[in-house]
């Protein structure tokens, strides 16, 4: 670990926005100013670095900020980050600056590119996990997973009052990219009967099966939260396929999108993303360089960017049997 001292840091904003991003941007801006460093915010994700818009912050720029869902610092994907000219450029724009330190707050493809930077330019970078969809091994949680969740969690509910007055069989869409968490947490917390994620195979004749018997001791109300992941294809196919097995049903089909990634960060996520933002900055201070943090039972945990990259977290059959036993 280098013990080479950072003096400048900037932060940035990448991949899909997530609620909690600005409380993040905040913590960090105001523990790097209580150390007595600079900190600059780089706006657009990458892009920002390779186009030079950069700008410093002061404690007033993240001023009202912190209830607020996207990213002050907005966010982007950048193409050229992925070509070696793109990233010279980039660190051009930082040695210019002074810049020798960046948190970088995103998911695994923008902790990818700040492994790949910080590996040819030797700027230290701390990753913040801050995606929707709870797909990074390392931490209980990232930023944004439970506005998300609880986002899909009002929308259920409300869909179940219809579901409820019509006898109906709704098959719900939630987001999560290659990841079942946010179907797991809402679909338990909504009492769905069936829960489809990638994690777990879909057995198409097991979940007619189970629909059947229900409807047999008068279950006429299903709902099922499909992951937009789910290998089978997402709500709409399966929506399909029920619709030719199942003729007898009224089957309704609704994608919750992008509904899911906007709004105010709930409390959990606004308390995570201080707690990140501020060890983040700690780390960098300490000499740290290239880990993510994360929490993991309530303290913060540090996990090297390859090994976030690389690995997902695991979601336990316990939780599979639960919905089963509780879904009866
Ligand atoms: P997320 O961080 O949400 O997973 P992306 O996978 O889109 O989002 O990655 C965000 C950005 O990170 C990309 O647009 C690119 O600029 C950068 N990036 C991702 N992978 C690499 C890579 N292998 N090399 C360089 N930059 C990368």
Sequence with gaps: M???KVNKIGVLTSGGDAPGMNAAIRAVVRTSIHHGLEVFGIMRGYNGM?????????????ANIIQRGGTILKTARSKEFFEPEGRKKAYENLKKRGIDGLVIIGGDGSFRGAQKFSNEFDIPCIGLPGTIDKDIAGSDFTIGFDTAVNTAIDAIDKIRDTMDAHDRLFLVEVMGRDAGYIALHSGIATGAEN???PESRTDIEALIYNLTEKEKRKKLVNLVVVAEGDEFGGANELGKVLKERLPQADIR???LGHIQRG?????????IASHMGYHAVEALVAG??????????????????DKAIKEKQNIGEEWMKIVKILAS
Excluded: W
Aim: glycine share 6%.
């Design 288 to 305: 740290r360089r290239n880990e993510m943090i994360g929490i993991v039972n309530n303290a913060v945990h540090y996990t090297p960017l």
């Design 50 to 62: 390779v186009d030079d818009d950069i700008f410093q912050m002061d404690s007033r720029s993240v």
């Design 253 to 255: 089909v609704c994608i």
């Design 2 to 4: 280098s013990a080479k």
């Design 263 to 271: 709004g105010s960060p709930s409390g959990l996520d606004r308390l």
């Design 195 to 197: 829960i489809l994620i």
